[in-house]
């Protein structure tokens, strides 16, 4: 099993709907949790932390669930601009090292 | 602020050729890092430097060798390159002091043939 999966997608969504991403991690010993996002033949970027407590930045809304160890992420009013693949990450805190899942590719058509 | 530079953008090199990819930050960060990015799969980290003086071997070290030059500056080093690191390699840099979130450069895209 892949220390961190996601579903690679890709999602055709139009313009304006609701999207949503999952990702499962392996090791419950997580601590940190982000969200990426990659534009095609770009550097990841970092979109949004993701907190105990979730969190909400604009459109974007992340989630996090230790019990069944997945994280989450929500885009409302999808625009053409979010087209892009989105990268889930986690750190175990016991060393410098991020866990990268190969990502989600998200369309959005107009 | 440049943030993360890499050097050069694009290489193509023949098999057992070597080179060493350039990286720098301004953001005053003690932790750098080398990855590589091949189609359908997660980042990979190949070496890593916690603080200037030390690296350590990330998931896939072999074929690699890198160098923290100094605070700012850490590059890696193919030695013989082979047709299986035809990739995209990406340099990263951290604040050590958590929660580990990690700023890119551009990327390099090498092609050995």
């Known amino acids: 099993r892949k220390e961190v999966e996601q579903d690679p997608g890709p999602f055709n969504v139009p313009e304006g709907a609701t999207v949503a991403f999952n990702c499962t991690y392996s090791?419950?010993?997580?601590?940190?949790f982000f969200w990426y996002r990659q534009d095609c033949r770009k550097e990841p970027k970092l979109l949004m932390s993701v907190y105990s407590s979730g969190n909400e930045d604009g459109r974007f809304t992340a989630q996090l669930n230790r019990a069944s160890q997945y994280i989450s992420l929500l885009i409302r009013d999808s625009k053409l601009s979010d087209s892009a693949t989105y990268l889930c990450v986690v750190n175990n805190n016991s060393n410098y090292q991020l866990i990268w899942g190969a990502g989600t590719k998200l369309i959005i058509k107009p | 602020n440049a943030g993360v530079t890499q050097t050069p953008k694009f290489q193509v090199l023949k098999t057992g050729q070597s080179m060493t990819l350039q990286c720098a930050q301004d953001m005053n960060h003690n932790s750098m890092y080398w990855y590589r990015q091949d189609p359908g799969m997660g980042l990979r980290l190949i070496y890593y430097?916690?603080?200037?003086?030390?690296?350590d071997k990330g998931e896939v070290p072999n074929g690699y060798n890198v160098s923290r030059l100094n605070k700012r500056e850490f590059s890696l080093r193919l030695e013989s390159a082979a047709p299986s690191q035809t990739s995209v390699y990406f340099c990263?840099?951290?604040?050590?002091?958590?929660?580990?979130?990690?700023?890119f450069g551009p990327g390099t895209r090498l092609t050995v043939t």
């Open positions: 430097s916690a603080s200037e003086g030390t690296t």
């Open positions: 090791n419950s010993a997580s601590q940190s």
């Open positions: 990263a840099s951290s604040d050590s002091g958590g929660p580990y979130e990690q700023y």
